[in-house]
């Protein structure tokens, strides 16, 4: 009978180890099953996404984007309903341009008729450029008020390019003095001109 009791007592103890082996098996076991959960729900996105790049690749063709060139396509606008598109068909000579310049035959030759007309209207656009952009970094001009006076400033400075000193006509404008933009105008002014 000595001899049983201090197995029983070595028995309870493993019997006590063993439990908390068990118990904390079933910890590992939860956090287990909670990330198979997870890797399953990302195994099943990922699939999915597969998926959709298989199904984007047979759509492109077997080339390699940068065979098939910079050309943009073009886009047709859409024409309000019984209007024809300006053209013929492709190989066709074109009436466009003749009509074009039919419709403006007065204002075509003027740069060879008239003195002082340019061949193109770049430098007009030119000019209008600046205006344009002020516009635009503002948001508007607030007033009529201000657009006339940023449109007066604009001419003397624009004038710059008859070989006028901007400079001066503005210290001039600033004094009140009056100035012409017109070449020999009252108070006109040139590069020679500098005080």
Do not use: W
């Not at 060879?112 to 600046?130: H, I, K």
């Amino acid at each position: 009978m000595v001899n049983q009791l201090p197995e029983t007592e070595v028995l309870l103890k493993r019997l006590a180890v063993l439990r908390a082996d068990v118990a904390s098996l079933q910890v590992d076991l939860a956090h287990l099953r909670t990330e198979n959960a997870r890797l399953q729900a990302e195994n099943a996105r990922l699939q999915a996404e597969n998926a959709e790049l298989r199904r984007r690749l047979g759509l492109n063709s077997h080339k390699p984007p940068s065979s098939d060139g910079y050309r943009r396509k073009r886009i047709q606008p859409a024409l309000p309903k019984g209007k024809k598109p300006l053209g013929g068909q492709p190989g066709h000579k074109g009436k466009t341009l003749r009509a074009v310049l039919m419709e403006h035959e007065d204002a075509v030759p003027a740069f060879a008729l008239v003195e002082g007309v340019p061949f193109t209207n770049n430098q007009a656009e030119r000019d209008l450029r600046p205006a344009k952009v002020g516009q635009k970094v503002s948001g508007c001009f607030r007033t009529d008020h201000g657009a006339a006076v940023y449109a007066r400033l604009q001419a003397v400075i624009s004038s710059r390019k008859q070989e006028r000193n901007v400079f001066v006509a503005l210290r001039n404008l600033f004094a009140h003095q009056p100035v012409s933009l017109r070449p020999g105008g009252v108070g006109s002014y040139n590069t020679t001109n500098r005080d």
